[in-house]
């Protein structure tokens, strides 16, 4: 049998360096929150596919229907022979999505490819060319999406320029002492020193940050974008490819602060391990587009249109939500504790919303410098002992949780456990 020393070897003559691979261990077999790798040892996944599995690997239901609609059909491409599951799945994403307006949903492939399309809509839905992201956020790989990203390494790192017309503003930030007010005043400024209020079509923000560290947006902070959008007749972007179904214990994560957003862009757990995504959005913005401005030749595919409605039946059934919430809470506990025991000059802070969990380590908790480099040997560490871990954040100092909303209190449990060995690990 092939061994993980074997593919690396082989990865290293056929891929480029640039798509890089957090674990050095090549998957044979996965079930729910744990994975097999070629050699058969077992890992506990808090990764999930960076953050796709919240319904876990190969939920039953959701490989279920997948299989069923691979017995029909797989691809058609839906401005050729458009299918019901496409249908059926933008209707159901239309009456989960917040506000009391009429929706309509876009289906394309990857949350880069959604937050691309969603710009393309808002620009057409206002006439303005201008797009404002805040520092830290992450919204894709692609060339527009890149320039809306707020980290240079190594996402934008060799690779600009960038398109014009995208404008960064602060956001607000414990260790750089940026307040709410702050931000918001750093926005205010940014209307008056680049980008013109009525030449700006969008004000895009993940409700919760991603990889740039799982930072909450402040509910007040959401607020004030929501009203400065309105007052300006700038639309609301609201990126929830990884926060959203259920990640942070409701469908979006916007939710929690009360803000109805224009537009959403989703992907990632939403079709539970298939590629699939999506813009949701008021009917009269989604509707700016003329026929054949919008889609792809694999846009909404079919299979992952069945998986997605699985995946959203599932995240239902089971409770997930609430499951997502109290996961939250356990698991912030125990990171407390795990700090306090083995590390408590390290553990400098742990947060997030419902099970989006995250913790910053650093050298000390007098200067709270940034420790990537801690970080990187409590992963290693942890890998070694069978749990797969993934770091987010500005300096590249947090550990983020991504485990499966289905796995068991005995699976986190054990997980758990190895962080902490992890930990202790990594101080000795
Ligand atoms: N937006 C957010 C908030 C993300 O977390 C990601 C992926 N990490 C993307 C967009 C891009 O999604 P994809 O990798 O599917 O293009």
Known sequence: DVTNAQLVARREAAVPRGVASAAPIYAKYAENAELWDVEGNRYIDFCGGIGVLNTGHRHPKVVD??????????????????????????????ALAPGDAPKKTLLVTTGAEAVENAVKIARAATGRPGVIAFTGGYHGRTLLTLGMTGKVSPYKKDVGPFPADVFRAPFPSVRDGITVDDAIIGLKNLFLTDAQPSRVAAIIIEPVLGEGGYVPVPFEMMQQLRAICDEHGILLIADEVQAGFGRTGTWFAIEHSGVVPDLITVAKSMAGGYPLAGVIGRADVMDAMDPGGLGGTYGGNPVACAAALAAIDAIENEGLLARSTAMGETLKARLAEIGTRSAPYRFWDIRGLGAMVAVEFVTDFDTAKPDADFTKRVIAHALKRGLLLLSCGMHGNALRIMVPLTASDAVVDEGLAILEAAVQAAVA
């Open 65 to 94: 229907a997948a299989k069923a609609q691979e017995d029909h059909y797989t691809h058609t491409s839906f401005q050729v022979v458009p299918y019901a599951p496409y249908i059926e799945l933008a209707e159901r994403l239309n």
